[in-house]
């Protein structure tokens, strides 16, 4: 009889105490020890990684998977494969686009229904913030989403509308009691209609007329209401999907007073320049927008401040038809806004971090450890360690390839980053010890779990 489930062995394992030689034991979907090669117990199955890295499993907590009602833009099928082959073992995913929104338990649990049918890897959700369902947010915790989720500017659909700052007030209050986070889209839209009036008439085809209507104003003053409000009622708040350099210092100025603040930036700002995008290339539009180079490089700076910079990256996986990207015309201004990259976070932020010499523990605090204690899993989730879930990756960082959108798994294909050259490749993917991606192939059913904040 096998005294373990899996043995997995590699020169590079990434654990908390950093990258060594090890054998991770895995038995009953966890890990049991991580061990030197010699004295090894029995193992139903060995797994021998050669000198590929062992990561823990990548936590992406900023996806729209849209599932039910806008299926055809992204479901838990697809997103959960691409999610698979981009080593990604956990998605927590945002409360909009779906129809119906997840402002109700008995949207979430219409939500729940269709992950369970075809989740490939673990899955959470985010409750959502709107005005008038603040009586909503004690029954949404209590049925187990890991936090909420607010816009301060328009939200670009209907079904989700943004708050003011009395309604900001008010919940925040609510969440404190609860002793849970607010996920905020961190842009106010006064900054943003002065930026839309004044490129009134300019060119829709270029970048930088899509630019100027979001202003670094409109994340400054969005962060600043945000912490204000987080000081006077002690809620805990998470800027999402940073884009603005020029917010960090306010940031860590708040946190260092006491501030309960954590903040994310996502691959795109990391790896993408305003100055190079191309006239019509609408696959690059989101918000908040993709800034110039100077700014990306100060967004790198950030992330290497651990403490007091940026805690995390997450993809903003955030796809839609083609046909809404208006590549026909060629029109940031009417484009919707928003870059698929779930199965391409991992390789993406490794090219940017190994061309500033920048190692593969920090990609695993980044991707990993960082998501887990934002949703709260840190007591199972992104770390290789005992008693963890047994969430691994055999990656190899020396591997690189070129991306080709027909051969990504998300449900379509259109991406900024076709025809780059990546840093790195997924070999495998385990999920809880079990194979759910090995070089190409799936597990045949889906395996994946709901968690909740209980989990933690």
Not at 7 to 17: F, G, Q
Not at 77 to 85: E, F, N, P
């Amino acid at each position: 009889m096998a005294d373990a489930d899996l043995v997995l062995t590699s020169s590079r394992v990434v654990t908390p105490e950093g990258v060594r030689r090890a054998a991770i034991v895995v038995s009953g979907g966890t890990i049991a020890s991580v061990e030197t090669a010699a004295g090894l117990p029995r193992a139903a199955r060995r797994v021998d990684a050669g000198d590929a890295a062992v990561l823990p499993g990548i936590i992406d907590p900023h996806v729209h998977v849209n599932e039910p009602g806008r299926t055809e833009w992204e479901g838990f099928a697809t997103a959960t494969r691409a999610a698979a082959a981009g080593g990604v073992t956990t998605i927590v995913d945002m409360p909009l686009n779906s129809v119906p929104v997840t402002t109700t338990v008995a949207a979430l649990e219409a939500k729940a229904r269709c992950a369970a049918a075809s989740a490939l890897v673990d899955y959470g959700f985010w409750g959502g913030v709107v005005p008038g369902n603040l009586e909503e947010l004690g029954p949404l915790h209590a049925a187990g989403v890991l936090g909420f989720k607010c816009f301060l500017a328009p939200s670009g659909i209907d079904e989700f509308r943004n708050i003011d700052p009395e309604t900001l007030r008010r919940v925040m209050t609510r969440l404190a009691e609860l002793r849970t986070v607010l996920l905020v889209h961190a842009e106010v839209p006064g900054p943003i209609a002065v930026g839309t009036h004044a490129t009134h008439g300019g060119d829709p085809r270029r970048y930088s007329t899509y630019l100027a209507t979001r202003p670094e104003a409109a994340e400054r003053d969005a962060v600043e209401l945000v912490l204000r409000v987080a000081e006077e009622t002690g809620c805990a708040v998470h800027i999402v999907h940073l884009s603005s350099a020029k917010c960090v210092g306010p940031i860590a100025v708040w946190r260092a007073g006491g501030v309960p603040v954590s903040v994310e930036t996502c691959p795109h700002y990391l790896t993408f320049a305003a100055e190079d995008i191309p006239d019509g290339a609408t696959e690059y539009k989101c918000a908040p927008p993709i800034r110039d180079s100077e700014n990306r490089e100060r967004l790198w700076i950030a992330l290497r401040m651990r403490h007091l910079g940026i805690d995390l990256v997450a993809s903003d996986h955030s796809p839609c038809p083609p046909g809404l990207k208006r590549r026909d015309s060629g029109s940031f201004l009417e484009a919707w806004g928003g870059i698929a990259s779930l199965e391409l976070s991992l390789a993406a932020v490794w090219t940017g971090a190994r061309a500033r010499d920048l190692g593969l523990e920090d990609l695993a605090r980044w991707l990993a450890a960082g998501p887990a204690r934002l949703a709260g899993l840190e007591g199972r989730k992104g770390r290789i360690a005992p008693g963890h879930d047994a969430d691994l990756v055999v990656f190899d960082p020396d591997a690189s390839f070129t991306v080709d959108p027909a051969r990504l798994h998300q449900r379509h294909a259109l991406t900024p980053y076709a025809g780059m050259t990546l840093s790195g490749r997924v070999r495998q993917t385990f999920l809880r010890g079990r194979c759910v991606y090995d070089r190409g192939t799936f597990a045949a059913a889906p395996v994946g779990r709901r968690l909740g904040h209980e989990a933690a």
